[in-house]
Structures are given as C-alpha cells and as structure tokens.
C-alpha cells in the first residue's frame, strides 16, 4: 500500500521536478443514515431521538445519551454513534437534504413561473435557510463539527473518510441546482455546472454571514446570498460567467474577514486566520484573491453529476380499471 502510494506521488512529479496540482475527488461518504452495517438502525433511532434535545444541550454527547433514554436504553447506548456529535450533525443535515428535496418538489409550479434561474435558486436557497432556524444557535457548534474529519470504523489513524461537510455540501449543491430546472428551457452541462457553482458559492457563504446574523429570519444572510447569484450569468456568456460569480463571491467572503470564524469553536479553525493573513501578503488582490483560489479548489473538489429532471411529484399511477362482471351461465 506504501509502495503504491509513493508511485502516485512520483506520477504527480512533472519533468522540471515540481508537484503537479491533482484536484481531489471525494469518494461517496460512508454516512450512517444510509449503511446497513449491522447495529446499523439502532444508532439511526439513537440519532433521531437525540435531535429534540440540541435546542436545549446543543450538539454533544449529552444529547445523544438523552435520546438514548427517550428510546429505554442506557445512555451508555449512546457510544454505538461512531462519531458522537459530528455523527449528530451529519444525520441532521442529511434529514435537512430530504426535507429541502420535498419542498422544493412541493414547489414545483412557483418555480416554474419564475422566468429566471437566479430567482428560482434564491427561493431554494431561502428554503434552505428556513430549515436551519430550529438549530440557529448552534449554528457555529455546527459548523465546527461539520469539517471534523470521520472515525473509521475499523479504528484505522489518522482518520481516512473526509469531514462531513464536504458530502452534504456535494448533495445540497445538487438539491439547490435542481429547483432551477424547468422543463421549458434545455439545459446542457455546461449551465448545469454553472448553476451548481452558483448555488455553493451562495449558500456556503449564505451560513458563514448566519453565524452573525441577529436579524429577522436571517434577513441579512439572505440579502449576501442574492447578492452573489444575481452576479453569475449563463454560460453562453462563456467563462466570464463563472468568472463573475466566483469574484462576487470572493469580495462577499473578504467583506466577512476573518470575524466570523471568531464565532466558530477554536478547534475547527486553528492557525486558519492567521494564515489568510499570510496568503493575502503574497497575493496583490489580497484576501479576496486568497478566496477566490479557495471557491475554486472547492468546486473542483465536487463530483459531477448529471442533469436532473425539473422537480415536481410524479404522476399517481392510474388505478386500474375494474374488472367485468361475469355474464350470467346459461342453465
């Protein structure tokens, strides 16, 4: 295993010596809500229990073992959650995908009389958002467990499957992008991947400005999260199009500066402001350049995935028609 990987890193070795950049593909998350390990349901039950108590405890192992208790178990029970809180977290951004996918089909018809995407995906996004409120003051407890890498099931250090943000972010992305579909317009891949930068460009910035928003209904972190979509254009404006948005978002994050990782537990970000201070010496558009080359390492870092149908709920199947009554036998 040792050998192999040495060969890959000499692959990535260009003739003049220096390390070509590979952009990192994420594997599928190995995540809990969907593994039919065995002991598998009991920690999902376990999970689903513990969420009502995170408005009161927040997201700990407190409210694991609570929820443990509310099942008849001993809160010892709650240890079968490999990950403890960030097992928590991920479980319920995950049930928060599901919730957003049943509204955004449930919106099906508001969508489509929307004429153009950047509206439909602001609606998405303000969806999105309104899912959040319940756990709004955990938010930064949240994000911090959110980019904490996962334990391996087999105890294997350092841990090898990548924080859960990552993952979540991949199918919000995709959950976001898809309530922008109709089926009146053609869609082909490269807007589709327009979309999809738009609506994680827009909304991983849109939970960043929530960490201070103290305004009603999050107003304000809704106001940054519009601002940055209205700046993407369509893709037959070509590469200037991503380029926009991806500039508009870059000048959200810098307006942001470092205060809001101030709020987020110390753990979670370490040296991080520090070294966005250094990189932004190094770079003449200072802190805007540093994350602009962020929100372009991270859309490189997403899986594609393919165009999907417009949302919307499927037709009920026709009940099928009754049978015939049998024609009376001739005696």
Not at 112 to 117: F, K, Q, T, V
Not at 170 to 188: F, I, M, N, W
Not at 283 to 290: A, I, M, T
Request: hydrophobic residues 45%; proline residues 8%.
């Amino acid at each position: 295993m040792r050998a192999a990987s040495v060969v890959a890193r000499r692959a990535l070795v260009s003739s003049r010596g220096v390390r070509a950049a590979a952009p990192r593909q994420l594997a599928p998350w190995r995540c809990l809500t969907q593994t039919t390990a065995p002991g598998a349901q009991e920690k999902r039950d376990i999970l689903k229990a513990s969420v009502p108590h995170v408005a009161s405890l927040g997201w700990c192992d407190d409210a694991l073992a609570a929820g443990a208790r509310d099942l008849g178990l001993s809160a010892a029970a709650q240890g079968q959650v490999t990950n403890g809180a960030v097992d928590l977290v991920a479980f319920v951004a995950q049930e928060q995908c599901d919730q957003l996918r049943e509204e955004v089909d449930d919106a099906a018809q508001e969508l489509a009389a929307l004429d153009d995407w950047r509206d439909r995906l602001k609606l998405a996004i303000s969806k999105r958002l309104e899912l959040s409120k319940p756990f709004h003051a955990h938010r930064a407890q949240a994000m911090g467990l959110m980019v904490t890498p996962l334990a391996r099931d087999d105890g294997a250090v350092p841990p090898a499957d990548p924080p859960p943000a990552f993952e979540v972010l991949h199918r919000l992305v995709d959950e976001l992008a898809r309530a922008t579909v109709v089926s009146t317009e053609e869609l082909d891949v490269p807007e589709w991947r327009l979309r999809r930068a738009a609506a994680g460009v827009a909304y991983a910035l849109c939970e960043v400005r929530a960490l201070t928003d103290d305004s009603e209904d999050l107003g304000k972190s809704l106001k940054v999260a519009a601002e940055v979509v209205d700046r993407f254009g369509d893709a037959s404006e070509g590469p200037a199009a991503l380029k926009q948005g991806l500039k508009a978002g870059a000048h959200a994050a810098a307006s942001l500066g470092t205060a809001a990782l101030s709020f987020l537990p110390g753990p979670a970000v370490g040296a991080l402001p520090q070294l966005l201070d250094v990189f932004a010496s190094r770079l003449s558009g200072g802190l805007e350049d540093v994350f602009e080359l962020s929100l372009k390492k991270a859309l490189r870092a997403l899986p594609e995935s393919p165009v999907p149908a417009p949302p919307g709920r499927a037709a009920p199947a026709p009940e099928p028609e009754p049978e015939p009554a049998p024609e009376p036998s001739a005696k």
